[in-house]
DNA sequence: GTGAAAGCGCTAACAA
DNA sequence: TTGTTAGCGCTTTCAC
């Protein structure tokens, strides 16, 4: 009597019909006759009856579930990617396995097994920094996954995000038009392709429009923590930068929150412009401009672009999806 | 040939023994001859073979996967949870299928239907009130629900949270230990449970203990949203508040902000504590003083006691289960 | 220590 | 329009 529940069958009994038919009527099959219909469904209702997902994932090879591997929910950035690519997922019945990877290559790996062990429709991938052997089990595993705000350098892979390059490029160039002759570029790891590969990219190509020649002693590489940030002011401030562009928000905060403990007059005598426009710029004093990114958009894009996959409709897809950035100014830039 | 992938069939052909003595190895049973193991791995090696966890699932009764509930994965307080959760139920080789409902009741039930259907070994709940049809619905499931961060007010459900009466007792008695003479009470809905009757008990008991009529015009209700703490100072400084409680983080930063804004002194002519100590206080200026809340290992705690439900360890389990909270003074109290 | 066989609850031909 | 019947890939008695 244990959790004993009704199946299928109980209701095709009590209705009168076969299994088959139920299935039809649950399944929204057209052909049954409306009597039928109105009967099993009657049946249902009373039973309480509610189909089996993994029994009918098992029969049918599909388990409407999706994997989402993400470094960490906490960060805001991928939060709410994770909230569109929910949202969509949603409406598209499908449900999602969440799992952190912390950005670490053996999690990632073991995770995205398990993932292809429960058999999910499709996986979607965040993270900084794809690697040879994760590539070569997604190539292998013929599951389709998409790359959700994340870059795949060696374009691979469908990815959705938004043209680092070009983006950052504004931005310096937004503040070298200011009259800031240095400007630092600050960021996470710069091993991670997005960030020393295209920022890096943006960040030189406006130096190079502006005549200006690039200084390794402007590069400052941390990793993306509000604490990294907000030690960074001693070092900024010896490198005579007036001006930095720093490519992740909690690091920008640090950054700024640093420089402003210690008495510098932002915008007056320091610049800043941020890169992922996440409610934190606004929370600082002064608010910070930053480049814009349709975070919750590029989740619900990438998962828009695996429902298609997974229904073998994607013929026409490209490759590499962008979305607009944009830019705000706000308290951090005159 | 479409995506045939190999089956517990094939590694036992192989082998040259039968799927049951697969079975037996894949999932560690020691009834197994140390050299059939032995073959047995080596063929599971070279096929590559990735045993199906949607068949394991039905033919066993067990997903290792355990549904999630969660208002918004946007919000700290909840994605920090959500992060305790995963740790421990990654630890205890579960999944987790994650779910928003932005707290409204018709998706709440929704998905805790189809995260029934799912056939999810537990579910973890997450939520600012339990309404009476959920309450039903969890009941009549048997599947072992736990909530983590959330009140149940019946105490009908285990629970994993700290004393919210004792902490926001201890955070008004701090005020008025200050000179403070009209405190404020500042939270999110007070039909919440959380809100109208802990926290809101608590404020009144501190009142109490220092002698203090309660005052309704210094209770604001509004949503635990930054925008709504922002445009809250008019009406705080009109009622003549010298100081605040707010239940929310996010809340208290727009309420702080809207303050400095406003060019009032803080801490020295008003002064404020928040509920969760999230980033966010340390990031806005002046700090923010705030409870501190174990929120990782509320989650954390909560997915432990999900794992011993589903096991039927659960006898010597209590129902509410209290974590510790705890103080930080920081810039925004004197 | 190992194998045979009966399901788990459903879908999907194929018949009728 | 409806029913019959194989499976889907695995676990789990029950024999041996």
Request: aromatic fraction near 6%; proline fraction near 3%; include cysteine.
């Amino acid at each position: 009597m244990e959790k004993q529940s009704i199946t299928i069958y109980d209701v095709a009994k009590k209705a009168g019909v076969s299994m088959a038919t139920v299935s039809r009527v649950v399944n929204g099959n057209p052909n049954v006759k409306p009597g039928t219909r109105k009967k099993v469904m009657e049946v249902i209702d009373e039973l309480d009856y509610r189909p089996n997902a993994v029994a009918r994932g098992l029969a049918s090879k599909k388990t409407t579930t999706v994997g989402v591997i993400i470094p960490d929910v906490t960060n805001v950035y991928f939060s709410s990617l994770a909230r569109g690519i929910d949202d969509v997922a949603t409406m598209y019945k499908y449900n999602i396995i969440l799992a952190n990877s912390d950005g670490n290559e053996e999690k990632e790996i073991q995770v995205f097994n398990t993932l292809l062990a429960k058999q999910v429709d499709g996986i979607i991938y965040m993270g900084t920094h794809l690697t040879e052997k994760l590539r070569e089990q997604i190539k292998r595993s013929k599951t389709p996954v998409v790359l959700a705000g994340s870059i795949d350098h060696k374009n691979e892979f469908v990815s959705v995000h938004v043209d680092y390059v070009k983006a950052v490029k504004e931005a310096v160039n937004n503040l070298l038009a200011h009259g800031d002759k240095r400007v630092a570029f600050v960021s996470g790891p710069l091993n991670y392709p997005i960030n020393g590969e295209y920022r890096l990219k943006g960040y030189k190509e406006a130096l190079d429009e502006n005549g200006i020649e690039f200084d390794q002693d402007l590069v400052f590489e941390t990793n993306d923590s509000y604490r990294a940030g907000e030690t960074l002011w001693p070092a900024l401030s010896a490198a005579h930068a007036d001006a930095a562009f720093v490519a992740d928000d909690e690091l920008a905060t640090g950054v700024l929150n640093g420089a402003v403990d210690a008495g510098a007059q932002i915008p007056a005598e320091f610049e800043m412009i941020t890169g992922n426009d996440s409610k934190l710029t606004q929370i600082v004093r002064p608010k910070l401009s930053s480049i814009t990114q349709p975070l919750y958009d590029i989740g619900a894009v990438a998962m828009r672009c695996l429902t298609k996959m997974m229904n073998k409709e994607d013929e026409d897809l490209d490759k590499t999806i962008e979305l607009q950035y944009g830019f705000i100014k706000r308290g951090s830039t005159r």
